[in-house]
C-alpha cells in the first residue's frame, strides 16, 4: 500500500532534518519521548534513510501506526554505523 504523508505531519521531516528544537516544541507535552528522542538525535545522530519511504501501516485501537521506518544511527566512540527500524503512530 503506497500512502502519502499528510502535509500537515512534519514528524519525520523534523527527524530527517535533525531539528532538535523543532522535536523539543512538537514532542513538548510528553517530557519522556520529547528528552529520548532528543538525546537519539544529538548523540547518536540518528537519520531516516533517503528516498522513497517503505513501510508497513497497521491499523492500531487509537489509530495507525507506520512501522519500519528506516534510520541510521552513528556510534563515533565505536566507530560504527547501524540500520535500525522505528515505529511512528498517527
Known amino acids: 500500500m503506497r500512502v502519502s504523508p499528510r502535509r500537515d505531519d512534519d514528524r519525520i521531516d523534523l527527524l530527517r532534518r535533525n531539528d532538535i528544537q523543532g522535536i523539543s516544541i512538537r514532542y513538548g507535552s510528553d517530557p519522556y519521548l520529547r528528552d529520548k528522542i532528543v538525546s537519539l538525535m ?21 489509530g495507525w501506526e507506520l512501522r519500519k521506518i528506516p534510520v541510521l544511527g552513528n556510534y563515533p566512540t565505536l566507530k560504527k554505523q547501524s540500520m535500525e527500524y522505528w515505529s511512528l503512530t498517527l
Not at 547518536?44 to 485501537?61: E, Q, W
Open 42 to 62: 544529538k548523540y547518536n545522530g540518528f537519520r531516516p534513510t533517503a528516498g522513497v519511504l517503505k513501510a508497513d501501516i497497521h491499523k492500531t485501537y487509537t
